[in-house]
């Protein structure tokens, strides 16, 4: 029942900024982590930012400076500032949250249907 539905990606110059969001939504308790993904043409997927429901946060060296993480825990919403964008930047962005349906449960990874971005001049 659980969906993350993202938004904002693009196609971007270098140098310039996106902000992608994704909001979980369905039968959802709580939520611990959010964070993003990417995956690039021929790359493995790799973690770019997460944050935790208390605020904590891990970014990717390559993304440090750059990128900035942030979440809504009233609209189950998380969001990813990106400045100083690079070609190198340029993957599919999946959104991950950490979700309990219940409870006692565990929590559970969901991912986003990802969201192409692209840097290109």
């Known amino acids: 029942q659980v969906q993350l539905v993202e938004s904002g990606g693009g196609l971007v110059q270098p140098g310039g900024s996106l902000r992608l969001s994704c909001a979980a939504s369905g039968s959802i308790f709580s939520i611990y982590a959010m964070g993003w993904y990417r995956q690039a043409p021929g790359k493995q997927r790799e973690l770019v930012a997460a944050?935790?429901?208390?605020?904590?946060?891990n970014y990717a060296d390559s993304v440090k400076g750059r990128f900035t993480i942030s979440r809504d825990n009233a609209k189950n919403t998380v969001y990813l500032q990106m400045n100083s964008l690079k070609p190198e930047d340029t993957a599919v962005y999946y959104c991950n949250a950490d979700i309990a349906i219940a409870t006692m449960s565990h929590y559970y990874d969901y991912w986003g249907q990802g969201t192409q971005v692209t840097v290109s001049s």
């Open positions: 944050i935790t429901s208390g605020g904590s946060t």
